[in-house]
């Protein structure tokens, strides 16, 4: 499946480029505000792990980057442009691609159509030209089965599909269409071990492939799998910013099972 | 990483044995107008034989009539439920549209062509507005388009009063346009021996180009997608708000069109039609097997809804009965054929599966 990847990954990526540089980025709704000053660097053929609790700004920051929500503070750079997304689309457009945990896909639709949504094949410029069925069809049949995964029949709706298998659609469907820059929201926690294991290595080999991926987690076990730098979050803000080998296992999963305030509170409880 | 990466993966099932090819029996099963299919046969059979009037071209004709009147704006309906929205104002918007036609024309004396351009544009504004509120606002198109429906239904009335001063509109058959008009929307032809209505050819056409939409185009798919997931369909781009308002304003295009029928046909107005046509178009729609809540149906199921609709509305009347009961038999009919399409779909995703 790497070399899937790397046949549709954009050729002229190179090994550590920066690909989306957030400097001191913040988000407020309203009174709340939900982020700040995040310094993140997603580089090419580098998995970045963003941990945290729930509520921490996970959502928030790959909102920002994905394009669904602008942020107000601080400044993001893509490829070295500063840049404000308004939609979806213009992070598409730039080559962001995100894979949601829960609406990754659209359940009653089939396969196909899951897979080509937002980027139809037509046979012309018109509105109403039609879409050429078979060959779609056939792609995303080849596409699939390339990465390891046979559905029963590519007319079947998606939600009948399991959990992992969706999830890879949807990571094959991002890669396919050319995505430089790959997030991943929390890809592995609604899936049992072995899912969570296939999804894993569609990560390893979007990275092989020289894509940047944001791998959102609150899973350190996961995260320290396949990351090559962490962030986590709390409340907001970067508790912690290193790279792979200035950290251990255990630290992350101190970090998230709550960090001092879990020792504060043992000492608490103590009997 | 990259080498283990390189095997086939070992959670996802891939071999090859896995793979079904579903019957062609379970194929047609699976889809969304088999259920009222099977009802709409069922039903005519049993009028066949209670009704013997309904054994006759003729009649089939004026059921296909009737059965147009319901179903041009049904499939509109129908497609914006598959986006995953109601529309409760389509069906005084017909007369709406009719009316604004009517009083302009005959108010200034001007062409008919005039008028009938006006309100097309006044229609697509009212669904414009419909589509527009429900998305910038959030609220459940139910709820918004009741408020349009009842400030359609006031404006209606009070306007064709004010200016009329009755709540018919006057006769409009001698004005400059109207025998133009009258061709395209209200004339009739024959065929071997019976007559039909143009409405039914148009009927044809719109369900036509609905299930080309649906089926083959981009925005069939960016329809079904808003309808089943519309967070989904916007994380990979689809343009949720432009399908969404054009669903709605496809409806009141369609709305617009019944209504020049309508008036046509009749030549004046009566201000307080309408009313209670919105809920045929739905169930037209549901009976034709499209998902309440959106992302699922077809066009054929609702143009086979409306016929049921058209049918028995008619063969009530040629089986000697009090057409009064006519109301209670669609509901009837309703029910039965939504328990037709459950059954008929879990019977067939069972299979699927299984």
Known sequence: ?271 | MSQTSQKPSVGAPSEASNRVQLSAFNRVLARPEIGALVAAIVIGIFFLIVAPPFRSADSLATVLYQSATIGIVAVGVGMLMIGGEFDLSAGVMVTSAGLVNAIFCFEYGINLWVGAVLSLLFALGVGFLNGYLVMKTGIASFLITLGSFFVLIGVNLGVTKLVTGSVTTSNINQMDGYSQLHAIFASTFTIGGVTVSIIVLWWFLFVAIATWVLQRTKIGNWIFAVGGNSASARAVGVPVLKVKVGLFMTVSFLAWFMGMHTLYRFNTLQSGNGIGNEFLYIIAAVVGGTLLTGGYGNAIGVAIGSFIFGMTNLCIVYAGWDPNWFRAFLGVMLLLAVLVNLYVKKLSTARKVG
Not at chain 1, 134 to 143: H, V, Y
């Open chain 1, 1 to 271: 499946m790497t070399d899937t990847i790397s046949e549709h990954a954009d050729q002229t990526l190179t090994q550590g480029e920066p690909l989306v540089e957030m400097v001191d980025v913040g988000k407020s709704y309203g009174a709340i505000r939900a982020l700040k000053g995040i310094n993140l660097t997603v580089r090419a053929g580098e998995v970045t792990g963003v941990l945290g609790d729930n509520g921490a700004g996970k959502s928030t920051l790959i909102k920002i980057i994905s394009g669904l929500h602008s942020h107000n503070e601080g400044t993001l750079k893509v490829d070295g442009n500063e840049v404000k997304f308004s939609s979806p689309r213009e992070a598409l457009d730039h080559g962001i691609a995100t894979v949601y945990q829960d609406l990754a896909v659209v359940s009653l639709m089939e396969v196909w159509r899951n897979f080509f949504l937002g980027s139809e094949m037509t046979s012309g410029g018109f509105p109403l030209s039609g879409m050429k069925i078979k060959e779609m069809k056939r792609i995303a049949d080849e596409e699939l089965q390339k990465m390891g995964i046979v559905v029963k029949d590519i007319d079947q709706p998606i939600g009948e599909l399991s959990g992992g298998q969706r999830q890879c659609v949807a990571i094959a469907r991002a890669v396919y269409f050319g995505a430089r820059v790959l997030i991943l929201d929390e890809p592995t926690a609604a899936l049992g071990v072995k899912q969570s294991g296939v999804v894993l290595k569609y990560t390893a080999a979007a990275r092989d492939a020289g894509l940047g991926v944001v791998f959102i987690t609150h899973n350190p076990h996961h995260a320290y799998l396949v990351s090559d730098h962490f962030v986590i979050l709390k409340l907001g803000q970067a508790v912690l910013d290193k790279k792979r080998s200035e950290v251990e296992l255990d630290e992350l999963t101190r970090q998230m099972a709550g960090g001092d305030e879990l020792t504060e509170l043992s000492h608490e409880l103590k009997r």
